[in-house]
């Protein structure tokens, strides 16, 4: 009897849903999309209503041909991709390529959660695919590719070649670039904060903080103001003014959203957005539980609803009621209000069943994904629970023209803080936790100390992962499956990380100013939320796709012709400057190269002369591209000056090219200096060897490079397996990337990814071992045979 054949994006996917279904279902992966737009034409016909020509992505034809081999012995053809407009295209795409005779029937089905319950219910009620889903898909799919073929060529033309534009990545750029601006225009502005220790008739002491003078807020912006009233407080009698008394309760937090789950990964756990959503993509395919039993432990983590099934709700509650009690159980379920816009058929993130404890779960886990899983659990837990209470304390007191006031709050109840608190809901501020002694009106104080501290506005901050999220959220710019790939994109040329928050290049600088001038409503932020709004509006079935993008691209191509037409070419620019070549006496100007400015001699092509600009803002830093104070080349004695290439900046000799000899520089800015290696000759020209630092680290190397390019392999003590005379050393491809390799190459060509260990294996005798390192198990040795199953943790993962 033939089966019926299931189709989902991802072998672990189909793994876990394979086990519900049984023998009458065959259960295979697409590996994502099968087919998109072309990669080296625009694939979009703009006199014929924007129809999209297709093609099978290249490398997915041996797949799509399994597929189609195996819907002609099936009895019906079930597409269960994910939930979402994505899912929906794979799904489209698929039928497409499988629709066979008349007869084939082909289903949707949709889940949204993988458990054995969700994935039953879902198979004895198929749908029909979503047009109206597969049409906004296909609209934001044919936005992108109209902005991003039609504006990089312009990039690449005016710019830099290899720049890309796009519709959404350019505006989150933009906002990363305006808070630069922002920061640096930011002029910071003096104040006074005070402080008054007192003592009242009863203990304990209090210490109160000015907030406001001569009836006003409070504001002391400079040492001669500080300096008079600090000396009337001196004189001044503290008497309470006001107190004030009241209840104060703290509601729960909603269950996850994508974006908010992004947020709180990267402020608790310190997880960038890519890899929280790696991690709940995971999380929500399946997990092993023991005893061949799989089960997807979340729902689906790409949602912007709050909204949380009947039978979860009921589940929670029972549990809470049973491990927590009465008091922690509001009285009915807490139902908590999506924002506008957002896609209510799709649950919040929350665990597929709250008896499944992080404590559970840990053994069957790694690290990563517990802690990921024990933030959701506990936020969904808490979402149900009973508010916080507290009693809070307002005492005001009257001191000349000043007056002060503390504020002290004790936590009666501690209702969901219990079990979560979030990063976005603030803990209290030490000040208002402090206990205040019981005081009444008109009652003076005696004045211990009265502190005055000066201090200093500070700019806006630069922002971070979930930062940007959380402002790009608020404009309405992007979607839950798309802020992982756009700050992922943003980082190739516009955009680097200092500290874990964005900083843009100067590429990234240049490419937005331009952009804004001439595509001044395209990538403005509301025009790109209303695009967002409008792709609902198809999704929802109350809007064209077509008319949608007809309404664009009659606003895009004006742009687009305006700026191929007025937008400057900064490759031919020239920014004259006062400053003289060094070689040759001519001007030196200010150029655009593929690292940014720089400057460069006016004569060039005749004098090739560089150097670099200094760093702005930076007045301590001497000019780059000057000679370094007291460094001179080792090779000719000429003076080192500062270079940037595509690793960063580096020294050079200035005797360039005549001597090419160069010094990398640490992260403090000081040249790193080659050390030699004691004991050790070149085996090439007898030269001393010296320890030399590349864009991959430390390597031993000779000291007469370039003239003698010999460098030390570094080995790892195995022998090669293939050729016996080589050893087996460290290597790296053109990309950067280690793997390992025989000495002997290229007479022997052998390589493998996993570093060798120098040990036999002790089942199959193979003359060594390779290294795993995972965060599940920790470092392991197992065997590189494939006939052999051999291995063995050396060190286990830390799982605290």
Same mark, same amino acid.
């Given at each position: 009897?033939?089966?019926? *054949?299931?189709?989902?994006?991802?072998?672990?996917?189909?793994?876990?849903?394979? $086990?519900?279904?049984?023998?009458?279902?065959?259960?295979?992966? @697409?590996?994502?999309?099968?087919?998109?737009?072309?990669?080296?034409?625009?694939?979009?016909?703009?006199?014929?209503?924007?129809?999209?020509?297709?093609?099978?992505? @290249?490398?997915?034809?041996?797949?799509?041909?399994?597929?189609?081999?195996?819907?002609?012995?099936?009895?019906?053809?079930?597409?269960?991709?994910?939930?979402?407009?994505?899912?929906?295209?794979?799904?489209?795409?698929?039928?497409?390529?499988?629709?066979?005779?008349?007869?084939?029937?082909?289903?949707?089905?949709?889940?949204?959660?993988?458990?054995?319950?969700?994935?039953?219910?879902?198979?004895?009620?198929?749908?029909?695919?979503?047009?109206?889903?597969?049409?906004?898909?296909?609209?934001?799919?044919?936005?992108?590719?109209?902005?991003?073929?039609?504006?990089?060529?312009?990039?690449?033309?005016?710019?830099?070649?290899?720049?890309?534009?796009?519709?959404?990545?350019?505006?989150?750029?933009?906002?990363?670039?305006?808070?630069? $601006?922002?920061?640096?225009?930011?002029?910071?502005?003096?104040?006074?904060?005070?402080?008054?220790?007192?003592?009242?008739?009863?203990?304990?002491?209090?210490?109160?903080?000015?907030?406001? &003078?001569?009836?006003?807020?409070?504001?002391?912006?400079?040492?001669?103001?500080?300096?008079?009233?600090?000396?009337?407080?001196?004189?001044?009698?503290?008497?309470?003014?006001?107190?004030?008394?009241?209840?104060?309760?703290?509601? !729960?937090?909603?269950?996850?959203?994508?974006?908010?789950?992004?947020?709180?990964?990267?402020?608790?756990?310190?997880?960038?957005?890519?890899?929280?959503?790696?991690?709940?993509?995971?999380?929500?395919?399946?997990?092993?539980?023991?005893?061949?039993?799989?089960?997807?432990?979340?729902?689906? *983590?790409?949602?912007?609803?709050?909204?949380?099934?009947?039978?979860?709700?009921?589940?929670?509650?029972?549990?809470?009621?049973?491990?927590?009690?009465?008091?922690?159980?509001?009285?009915?379920?807490?139902?908590?209000?999506?924002?506008?816009?957002?896609?209510?058929?799709?649950?919040?993130?929350?665990?597929?069943?709250?008896?499944?404890?992080?404590?559970?779960?840990?053994?069957?886990?790694?690290?990563?994904?517990?802690?990921?899983?024990?933030? #959701?659990?506990?936020?969904?837990?808490?979402?149900? *629970?009973?508010?916080?209470?507290?009693?809070?304390? =307002?005492?005001?007191?009257?001191?000349?023209?000043?007056?002060?006031?503390?504020?002290?709050?004790?936590?009666?109840?501690?209702?969901?803080?219990?079990?979560?608190?979030? %990063?976005?809901?603030?803990?209290?501020?030490?000040?208002?936790?402090? #206990?205040?002694?019981?005081?009444?009106?008109?009652?003076?104080?005696?004045?211990?100390?009265?502190?005055?501290?000066?201090?200093?506005?500070?700019?806006?901050?630069?922002?971070?992962?979930?930062? &940007?999220?959380?402002?790009?959220? =608020?404009?309405?710019?992007?979607?839950?499956?798309?802020?992982?790939?756009?700050?992922?994109?943003?980082?190739?040329?516009?955009?680097?990380?200092?500290?874990?928050?964005?900083?843009?290049?100067?590429?990234?600088?240049?490419?937005?100013?331009?952009?804004?001038?001439?595509?001044?409503?395209?990538?403005?932020?509301?025009?790109?939320?209303?695009?967002?709004?409008?792709?609902?509006?198809?999704?929802?079935?109350?809007?064209?796709?077509?008319?949608?993008?007809?309404?664009?691209?009659?606003?895009?191509?004006?742009? &687009?012709?305006?700026?191929?037409?007025?937008?400057?070419?900064?490759?031919?620019?020239?920014?004259?400057?006062?400053?003289?070549?060094?070689?040759?006496?001519?001007?030196?100007?200010?150029?655009?190269?593929?690292?940014?400015?720089? *400057?460069?001699?006016?004569?060039?092509?005749?004098?090739?002369?560089?150097?670099? &600009? !200094?760093?702005?803002?930076?007045?301590?830093?001497?000019?780059?591209?000057?000679?370094?104070?007291?460094?001179?080349?080792?090779?000719?004695?000429?003076?080192?000056?500062?270079?940037?290439?595509?690793?960063?900046?580096?020294?050079?000799?200035?005797?360039? !090219?005549?001597?090419? @000899?160069?010094?990398?520089?640490?992260?403090?800015?000081?040249?790193?200096?080659?050390?030699?290696?004691? %004991? =050790?000759?070149?085996?090439?020209?007898?030269?001393?060897?010296?320890? $030399?630092?590349?864009?991959?680290?430390?390597?031993?190397?000779?000291?007469?490079?370039?003239?003698?390019?010999?460098?030390?392999?570094?080995?790892?003590?195995?022998?090669?397996?293939?050729?016996?005379?080589?050893?087996?050393?460290?290597?790296?491809?053109?990309?950067?990337?280690?793997?390992?390799?025989?000495?002997?190459?290229?007479?022997?060509?052998?390589?493998?990814?996993?570093?060798?260990?120098?040990?036999?294996?002790?089942?199959?005798?193979?003359?060594?071992?390779?290294?795993?390192?995972?965060?599940?198990?920790?470092?392991?040795?197992?065997?590189?045979?494939?006939?052999?199953?051999?291995?063995?943790?050396?060190?286990?993962?830390?799982?605290?």
């Amino acid at each position: 009897m033939a089966k019926a *054949m299931v189709i989902v994006e991802s072998p672990a996917k189909a793994r876990t849903i394979e $086990k519900y279904l049984g023998k009458d279902y065959t259960v295979l992966a @697409s590996a994502g999309h099968i087919k998109d737009l072309p990669k080296k034409t625009l694939g979009v016909d703009l006199e014929d209503d924007f129809r999209p020509t297709y093609q099978v992505i @290249s490398g997915k034809s041996k797949i799509v041909n399994e597929l189609k081999k195996a819907a002609k012995k099936a009895s019906a053809i079930y597409l269960a991709a994910d939930p979402d407009r994505e899912g929906e295209a794979i799904c489209q795409h698929l039928a497409e390529e499988l629709q066979g005779p008349k007869d084939r029937k082909i289903y949707r089905v949709l889940f949204n959660e993988i458990t054995k319950k969700a994935i039953l219910e879902a198979f004895e009620n198929p749908s029909a695919i979503d047009q109206d889903k597969v049409g906004a898909q296909q609209a934001r799919r044919i936005l992108d590719r109209l902005v991003g073929y039609q504006v990089s060529p312009l990039l690449w033309k005016k710019v830099k070649y290899g720049l890309s534009a796009g519709r959404v990545q350019t505006v989150a750029v933009r906002m990363v670039v305006e808070r630069e $601006k922002e920061i640096r225009a930011f002029v910071s502005e003096e104040y006074w904060n005070f402080t008054a220790h007192l003592k009242a008739q009863n203990p304990p002491p209090i210490e109160a903080r000015a907030f406001k &003078l001569d009836g006003k807020k409070f504001n002391v912006s400079n040492q001669e103001e500080a300096d008079q009233l600090f000396e009337e407080l001196g004189s001044a009698d503290f008497v309470v003014s006001g107190v004030k008394k009241k209840k104060r309760k703290r509601n !729960p937090v909603p269950p996850f959203i994508t974006s908010k789950l992004q947020q709180e990964a990267s402020q608790k756990l310190r997880f960038s957005v890519k890899k929280t959503m790696t991690l709940a993509q995971r999380l929500y395919e399946g997990v092993e539980m023991g005893q061949g039993e799989r089960i997807g432990l979340i729902t689906y *983590m790409r949602t912007d609803s709050t909204r949380v099934a009947e039978s979860a709700l009921s589940e929670l509650r029972e549990y809470l009621k049973a491990d927590f009690g009465d008091p922690y159980l509001p009285p009915k379920p807490v139902i908590y209000r999506s924002k506008k816009g957002a896609q209510d058929a799709h649950e919040a993130v929350r665990p597929t069943s709250v008896l499944r404890s992080p404590d559970i779960v840990k053994q069957y886990l790694g690290r990563d994904e517990h802690r990921l899983y024990q933030l #959701i659990w506990r936020r969904f837990v808490a979402s149900q *629970m009973s508010s916080a209470l507290f009693d809070q304390t =307002e005492v005001v007191i009257d001191a000349g023209r000043a007056e002060f006031k503390v504020v002290g709050t004790i936590m009666k109840f501690d209702g969901f803080l219990k079990v979560y608190q979030a %990063d976005a809901e603030k803990a209290e501020p030490d000040e208002n936790k402090k #206990i205040l002694p019981e005081v009444s009106e008109g009652e003076k104080l005696e004045v211990k100390e009265i502190l005055r501290e000066q201090k200093f506005t500070q700019p806006p901050p630069r922002y971070n992962e979930a930062t &940007l999220v959380k402002a790009m959220e =608020e404009k309405g710019i992007g979607r839950p499956s798309t802020y992982a790939s756009i700050l992922s994109v943003i980082l190739r040329d516009y955009v680097e990380k200092q500290e874990r928050r964005f900083v843009p290049t100067e590429v990234g600088e240049l490419v937005i100013d331009l952009l804004v001038v001439h595509f001044e409503e395209i990538f403005a932020y509301d025009y790109t939320a209303k695009l967002e709004q409008d792709l609902d509006e198809i999704e929802n079935g109350n809007e064209n796709w077509v008319h949608t993008l007809k309404e664009f691209y009659s606003d895009f191509s004006k742009e &687009l012709e305006q700026a191929q037409k007025n937008m400057k070419n900064v490759k031919t620019e020239e920014i004259p400057t006062d400053e003289k070549c060094e070689k040759c006496g001519g001007g030196m100007v200010i150029r655009w190269g593929r690292f940014g400015k720089f *400057m460069a001699c006016s004569k060039y092509p005749e004098c090739k002369n560089t150097r670099e &600009l !200094p760093k702005e803002g930076d007045a301590a830093a001497q000019d780059e591209g000057a000679p370094e104070e007291e460094l001179l080349c080792d090779k000719c004695g000429k003076p080192m000056v500062r270079k940037k290439g595509r690793f960063g900046e580096f020294m050079a000799c200035s005797g360039y !090219p005549e001597c090419k @000899s160069t010094q990398k520089i640490a992260s403090s800015g000081d040249p790193v200096e080659d050390i030699e290696v004691p %004991d =050790e000759e070149c085996p090439t020209c007898g030269s001393k060897l010296v320890q $030399k630092h590349g864009p991959y680290g430390a390597f031993v190397a000779c000291g007469e490079y370039p003239d003698c390019k010999y460098i030390k392999q570094q080995t790892t003590g195995v022998d090669c397996p293939d050729c016996g005379k080589g050893q087996i050393v460290h290597r790296r491809s053109r990309r950067g990337r280690l793997f390992y390799g025989c000495s002997a190459f290229p007479d022997c060509k052998f390589v493998l990814w996993k570093k060798p260990v120098d040990q036999k294996c002790p089942d199959c005798e193979a003359p060594y071992l390779v290294e795993r390192v995972t965060q599940k198990t920790g470092v392991s040795h197992l065997c590189n045979n494939p006939d052999c199953d051999y291995e063995i943790v050396v060190e286990a993962a830390d799982t605290g």
